[in-house]
């Protein structure tokens, strides 16, 4: 999947081929899920929906409240998901009351696992209201509604229900109804390419999400989507051209600087590959916790041994049980040891 990489990167480039994984668009409990540390092995995943239904689509802050451990944050992706792991039985607060465009929400989740159950992923949908007499950006979101047949809406609606329920199949039948009763249905179209995604059909997610951006070209998210569909294909060079211009319109997109830092660095374009890297790390905070790993190999192949060492050093930290923790480790031995001779 490198294409025209500079010798001496090749050493390091199966950590590289690593971060291309189509498991990261995964909802129902994505790996990027912050692990909050608790000792269990239950999780909370959640979308949030705008009072109409229709899926936030940028990131905001998620708080997890426990009474006797503090609290953990996260951020929702750029589809409006967000999933907190390792929790033991409890009763937890998800909290949400940073957002000047919506009014503070609450609400409880309450663990029970019994004696030699297996561990449960608990399911919330959360919807945010607008404060009374705000007119924000949701107005240009809701303009894309504005004449969608009742029925397609009803079947996009229940697309959602069921994509959050983690039933994929489900969701792509009924986006696809919704698509039968409203041909130019761009949300549906964008929403099918992520459900796909999810199931790794990267081909129909492409197909998908194509036919979003006939139907809209500028619109953002299913050309950030795309763009990530088109990285995990390896079609480095159209993804760069779709993150870019996905980037323009949002800017604050964590994803969108990490896999446009990801498919730079696969073109052997290295700084500006660390320049995105390193802003998804800046947006993303711990979340981003493979940027890390992707801007350690850009530094080692830089000569910054004590930089990179330093960069995989915290991507073990944030993901000590990562698949590829044990080589990352030798990497940075092998490393150590150069610097000290």
């Not at 129902?28 to 899926?55: E, K, M, V, Y």
Request: overall charge neutral; glycine content about 8%; some cysteine.
């Amino acid at each position: 999947m490198l294409k025209r990489m500079p010798p001496g990167f090749l050493a390091v480039s199966s950590i590289v081929l690593c971060l291309v994984s189509p498991s990261m668009g995964q909802v129902f409990l994505p790996p990027g899920a912050t692990d909050t540390g608790l000792g269990g092995g239950n999780a909370i995943a959640g979308t949030i929906l705008l009072s109409n239904g229709q899926r936030l689509q940028r990131q905001i802050s998620v708080r997890l409240q426990t009474m006797t451990k503090g609290d953990r944050v996260t951020s929702t992706d750029d589809n409006g998901t967000f999933a907190f792991r390792g929790l033991p039985n409890g009763s937890y607060a998800i909290v949400i009351d940073k957002e000047k465009d919506f009014e503070p929400y609450r609400g409880t989740v309450d663990i029970r696992q019994f004696q030699g159950a297996p561990p449960q992923v608990y399911t919330v949908n959360i919807r945010l209201q607008l404060k009374s007499g705000l007119e924000t950006k949701t107005g240009v979101v809701n303009a894309d509604l504005v004449n969608v047949p009742p029925n397609a809406l009803a079947s996009y609606q229940k697309a959602q229900q069921s994509a959050h329920a983690g039933n994929n199949k489900a969701a792509i039948e009924e986006l696809k109804q919704a698509i039968s009763e409203y041909p130019n249905f761009m949300l549906a179209y964008n929403e099918l390419g992520v459900q796909y995604l999810k199931l790794n059909d990267l081909n129909k997610a492409d197909e998908a999400l194509r036919r979003a951006l006939k139907i809209s070209p500028e619109a953002a998210t299913p050309l950030l989507n795309h763009g990530i569909v088109l990285a995990l294909m390896g079609k480095f060079e159209s993804a760069v051209l779709e993150l870019e211009h996905s980037l323009k319109q949002r800017e604050q997109s964590a994803n969108g600087h990490f896999y446009l830092g990801q498919a730079l660095a696969n073109l052997g374009r290295f700084d500006e590959a660390a320049e995105h890297l390193s802003r998804a790390v800046e947006l993303g905070g711990d979340e981003m916790k493979d940027a890390h790993r992707f801007l350690g190999i850009i530094y080692l192949r830089r000569g910054e041994r004590e930089r990179g060492v330093t960069e995989l050093e915290t991507y073990l930290k944030l993901a000590p049980n990562a698949r590829d923790a044990d080589q990352i480790r030798q990497v940075i031995r092998q490393n150590q040891k150069t610097r000290n001779d």
